[in-house]
């Protein structure tokens, strides 16, 4: 069974930091592709950032320079650094592991940052 389990959500300030962690179960986790995904209230799920099963990174424009992503293939985990966060960061954020037609997602953590 496939599991990914987001943690490290929650309340912060803007201007704040915080750490999402997702961990993997039921995957070999060294061969997919992981992303962070997020949907704010009455918009649809964007693409955050990917690490690819190489190592090769991506963001979307708005948190280039403030999240970084990271993988720790021996604790089967994704990471997302969460640095200077804005009100509108604002969001669910889901953890995703993608690899050939095999596509997973975890059950979502809130990340609030307050103005």
């Known amino acids: 069974q496939v599991q990914l389990v987001e943690s490290g959500g929650g309340l912060v300030q803007a201007g704040g930091s915080l750490r999402l962690s997702c961990a993997a179960s039921?995957?070999?986790?060294?061969?997919?592709?992981m992303g962070w995904y997020r949907q704010a209230p009455g918009k649809k799920r964007e693409l955050v950032a990917v690490i690819s099963n190489s190592g090769s990174i991506n963001y979307v424009d708005s948190v280039k320079g403030r999240f970084t992503i990271a993988r720790d293939n021996a604790k089967n985990t994704v990471y997302l650094q969460m640095n200077s966060l804005k009100p509108e960061d604002t969001a669910v954020y889901y953890c995703?592991?993608?690899?050939?037609?095999?596509?997973?997602w975890g059950q979502g953590t809130q990340v609030t940052v307050s103005s």
């Open positions: 995703n592991a993608a690899y050939s037609l095999n596509n997973f």
């Open positions: 039921g995957i070999t986790f060294s061969i997919y592709n």
